[in-house]
Every structure is written in C-alpha cells, then in structure tokens.
C-alpha cells in the first residue's frame, strides 16, 4: 500500500514573459491575456488549477503586467453597469474570474528563466509540495491531467512531470525525459531530464509539458542551480539532479498524457487553438463549423 502524503493547495503560474512571439500584440498587452475565443489564456491555466483543487494561485509577474491582475480582481464600475442592464449572464461571466481563487501576486524582476521564475515562489510556498502551471499549454477539462498528477505525488511523495511523446523531429523544442516503465499505464519513473537536446542525444520521444507537481526539495536546488541553457537558470536542469538522488527530495515520476493540449506558444498554433476551441463550442460551434467548411472548400 502506498503511503500517502500531504493535499496539494498551492498553485504557481510564471507569467513573467516578455511575448516578443506576438509583437506588436504584447508590446502594451500581456501575451497571457491574449484572447482563446472570449476568455484570456491565462484564465484557462487559472480554472485548472481549481479544478484540481488548487484555490491558493500564486503569479509571477513582470513589468507591464497589472492587467493580470486587474483581471482576477472585482470590476465594480464594469459590474455596476451589467446590473442596472439587467444584463445577468455578462455579470456572471465578468464576476466569474474574480471569484475563482485566492490569488497573490510576486514580481520576478529579473528574467533569469523558469527555475528562478519559480525560486521566486519559495517564501509563498514554503515547505509543502506545489504545482506549476505554464500559461502556453491549454490542458482540454475534459482530460484532467493535472488532477492525475497530483494524485500520483500524493500517492508516491517527489515530483511529478507532465509528458507527451512527440515527433522526433520536434523533440530538441522540449525538455526530454528518460523513463522507466511502472506497473501504472500512464505513469513512469524518470531517471533524467535534458534541456532541448539535439535529435541524437535524446533519451526518449517523450517531451516535458507545461505542468509540474514538485516537492519543495526544488528550492534547495534552484538556489545553487547555475545558468544552463540560453544563460537561464532552467528548471529542468534541477529536476535532473532530483532524479538523479532520490534521497534529496523522492522520486520523479512522469504522467503520460494523451488527452487534448492546446499549444499557444507561438502564433500558427495559437491560431489554431482558438479555431479548434470555438469549433467544440455549443453556443459557437455549429455556425461557426459551417462556416469554416464552406471557407476550406471555396477558398483552399
């Protein structure tokens, strides 16, 4: 029998990012409050932290985004004027994302990469195990992989990592772990992590995502953690020496997910994450699937 450890509270969001993906786009806006159909990305990231139980959310912010946080606050004068229209499903929708979490704010600073991006959360988090949610990965509610992994750290103790396997030709964008099979389908053991490798040196296909449930062990490492690839401090190279020593912080296991990821860390998938969204919509998507098919066939 598994020894059980303790709940998970406590959620993390870097959002320090400058976007320069989206130029002119994020010049005065955050790329995370860029629109996916009618609600911020970074919405999204928020309502599935709660969704796993998650209701403590701590954002790492930069310059230039207070918009974030203007968001998950109340807006009385906006919410005034939805009443007196008598306008109730727009008040619900504004009064919505105000009402989801407890949400604390901390400044990075200093864009030293994610490992310091999530350093930044040690005096919030203290000692208790937490996740980490990256804002460019849309995870689909309706497959609850973090939800799965906090289980599996609650279950085993240590780190859990997000993975999916990838094209090999894809792999050197990712960091890539190498895994040992359990008695668990979609749960393996990982016994390294690489930063981006190229196609030959990497351990496996199987690439980490933007999700993490971490023992707090990490702020130990990340504090003597040197910078690594492209000068930054990387979180990867952190969860390699946890894998590496299970005596630091216990092991580090790797949920497999194959469910639905909407990826909208660059401009071609962002687009398409916003059509494949609308399109399963019920209130968007039956016009919006006609169109689109007379759209292909007349103009493709």
């Known amino acids: ?52 139980g998650l209701d403590d959310v701590l954002m790492i912010t930069g310059r230039n985004k207070r918009p974030l946080e203007d968001h998950f606050d109340r807006n009385y004068e906006l919410e005034s004027a939805l009443q007196k229209k008598g306008d109730a499903s727009r008040l ?48 689909d509610p309706r497959d609850p992989l973090l939800a799965r992994m906090v289980e599996v750290q609650e279950q085993h103790g240590g780190s859990v990592i997000a993975l999916m396997e990838v094209a090999p030709e894809q792999i050197h964008l990712y960091g890539c772990a190498a895994v040992e099979a359990t008695d668990e389908g979609d749960l393996v053991k990982v016994t390294g992590l690489v930063e981006k490798p190229d196609r030959a040196d990497a351990p496996s296909s199987y690439a980490v995502i933007g999700r993490y449930v971490l023992d707090p062990h990490i702020f130990d490492i990340l504090r003597k953690t040197e910078p690594g690839r492209g000068g930054e401090i990387q979180l990867t190279d952190a969860l390699q020496q946890l894998a590496a020593d299970e005596k630091v912080g216990g092991p580090v ?28 919509r019920e209130d968007l998507g039956p016009d919006f699937r006609t169109w689109l098919r007379r759209y292909v066939a007349e103009e493709m």
């Open 253 to 280: 296991h790797g949920v497999v997910f194959k469910g639905r990821r909407y990826d909208t860390g660059d401009r071609g998938d962002y687009l398409r994450a916003i059509v494949r969204l609308a399109c399963e």
């Open 1 to 52: 029998m598994t020894e059980s450890h303790p709940r998970i509270t406590k959620a993390v969001i870097p959002a320090a990012g400058l976007g320069t993906r989206f130029l002119p786009a994020t010049k005065a806006t955050p790329k995370e409050m860029l629109p996916v159909v009618d609600k911020p990305a970074i919405q999204y990231v928020v309502e599935e932290a709660v969704s796993a």
């Open 92 to 139: 619900a929708k504004v009064q919505e994302s105000s009402d989801l979490a407890t949400m604390h704010y901390v400044r990075q600073g200093d864009p030293k990469g994610l490992g310091h991006a999530v350093l930044c959360a040690a005096p919030h988090v203290g000692r208790e195990p937490f996740a980490v949610l990256l804002g460019d990965d849309l995870i």
